[in-house]
């Protein structure tokens, strides 16, 4: 039981580092600025479902995905990580992550499914660190990862449809610190899988 908890800390913590609700709620004001509230409503509701959609379907068929293409853990664990690591670094430095890219983007529903659910918040990121924690686990594991990404999509969320009453009372500095926090966490993680998938393929696990 203990171990289901820790689990589920780490993978929440790791999602919430990754999908960054906070950070993420300055993109979508920025995408639906000047749209009226029923379409930001829309919007908001489309692009966590189909993310959260996405996901679901990764964190199902990862084992397939992994046999199909005969991918071994350790690799996807070591290669996983060096994108997280650099996804995490780029926030670090005030960067705008490649998978996080926006340019020329028109006020309509069609925002719901690029770029805000692929790949904001179903990007590589999201998807490899979903991936990785149903990698060689019980059933149960696979779907506490399914339920955690589903609370961090309903937070996501509620996030967004009070974005501009959070932007307008917090500051977009503090927004901006706590974006640099995610990205220490999203590094170390990283980091973290890294260090996992070498063990894993040198027989170094405890």
Do not use: C
């Amino acid at each position: 039981m203990d171990n289901l908890v820790t689990f589920s800390i780490t993978v929440f913590t790791a999602f919430f580092a990754i999908t960054n609700p906070i950070s993420n709620m300055t993109v979508f004001v920025s995408l639906t600025q000047g749209a009226d509230a029923k379409t930001k409503h829309d919007i908001n509701k489309r692009s966590n479902l189909i993310a959260f959609i996405i996901v679901a379907v990764f964190v199902l068929l990862g084992k397939y995905i992994f046999e199909l293409f005969n991918i071994s853990i350790p690799a996807f664990k070591i290669t996983g990580g060096i994108l997280i690591f650099f996804i995490g670094f780029d926030m670090l430095q005030s960067k705008t992550s490649n998978v996080k890219t926006i340019d020329n983007v028109n006020i309509d529903e069609n925002i719901a499914v690029s770029p805000l659910a692929i790949p904001i918040l179903a990007g590589p990121g999201t998807i490899v660190t979903a991936m990785n924690f149903v990698a060689n686990v019980e059933t149960i594991h696979i779907f506490l990862v399914i339920a955690i990404f589903g609370s961090m999509s309903l937070l996501t969320y509620f996030t967004f449809r009070l974005s501009d009453w959070i932007v307008k009372m917090v500051g977009n500095n503090v927004i901006s610190v706590i974006g640099k926090i995610m990205g220490l966490i999203i590094a170390i993680i990283g980091t973290g899988m890294i260090i996992q998938g070498i063990k894993i393929s040198f027989n170094l696990m405890a």
